[in-house]
């Protein structure tokens, strides 16, 4: 088994590099995340729900975090706990690579599922970095983060991060698989449009994203999920997304 994240880390962040040390040999973590896969891949013929996604995810994640926080927007777990800022990396991280391992089990359930199914992983990961109070407001705000990932509204702006970092896995890597199983709709035609995901600092707003696609078929990605997630988040006034059409120029969508 392996997992490699590919976080980097910035100076003295010893707990983050603990913490995601501990993920990526974790083979609870990789079991899951490859039953996820084989339930979604192989049998739904679904798109990615595996190591890849939960990398991808976690690096959006992480990145946006980074961004919201220079721009002054403190993450919940500062405001409302007074852990610190790496902490927030913490939550967002782990809620970022086991927010789906729910779909091992059963699609529509699937948020909380993952949530019941991660929640003894998470606490032991916790062990070596957090003291037992410190360990419990973690993990209660890593399982908000992983249940609200969908159709709930999230609390806390680390898990508006989660909400919107997972929509924004969209390029056509993702739909690729079941493409190549025969499977084609609307989701893995509009998804194979997407070629690059851009997260940025904004200007007019803290956080800047430009989709760029090969032709208007993506934009059923935008609307049908990316949208909705930005909307019933806590990053709705956060965003500027753009989308940058191959051929015919970049459209501000929010
Ligand atoms: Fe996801």
Redesign the pocket.
């Known amino acids: 088994m392996s997992l490699n994240f590919g976080v980097k880390f910035q100076e003295n962040e010893n707990k983050l590099k603990l913490v995601v040390e501990e993920v990526e040999k974790s083979e609870m973590v990789y079991q899951l995340l490859k039953a996820s896969n084989i339930m979604m891949i192989n049998r739904m013929k679904y798109n990615d729900?595996g190591p890849i996604?939960a990398k991808i995810?976690a690096n959006h994640a992480l990145k946006m975090l980074e961004i919201l926080f220079k721009k002054g927007v403190l993450p919940n777990i500062v405001k409302d706990y007074n852990l610190n800022f790496e902490d927030s990396k913490v939550v967002v991280f782990l809620a970022s690579v086991l927010?789906?391992v729910g779909n091992a089990v059963q699609r529509e359930q699937h948020p909380v599922l993952s949530a019941i199914m991660s929640k003894d992983e998470i606490r032991r990961i916790l062990m070596k970095t957090y003291d037992e109070g410190e360990r419990e407001i973690m993990l209660t705000e890593i399982l908000h983060a992983i249940v609200s990932?969908e159709d709930l509204i999230p609390q806390t702006i680390e898990a508006s991060i989660v909400k919107v970092a997972?929509a924004l896995?969209m390029e056509e890597g993702r739909a690729r698989i079941p493409y190549l199983l025969g499977k084609m709709s609307i989701h893995q035609v509009s998804a194979l449009a997407v070629k690059k995901v851009n997260i940025e600092e904004g200007t007019a707003k803290p956080v800047y994203v430009e989709i760029e696609m090969e032709n208007p078929a993506g934009i059923f990605q935008i609307d049908e999920l990316l949208l909705k997630r930005i909307s019933s988040s806590l990053l709705s006034d956060k965003i500027e997304l753009k989308v940058n059409i191959r051929g015919a120029g970049i459209f501000k969508i929010i």
């Open positions: 729900h996604h995810v927010h789906d990932h997972d896995d």
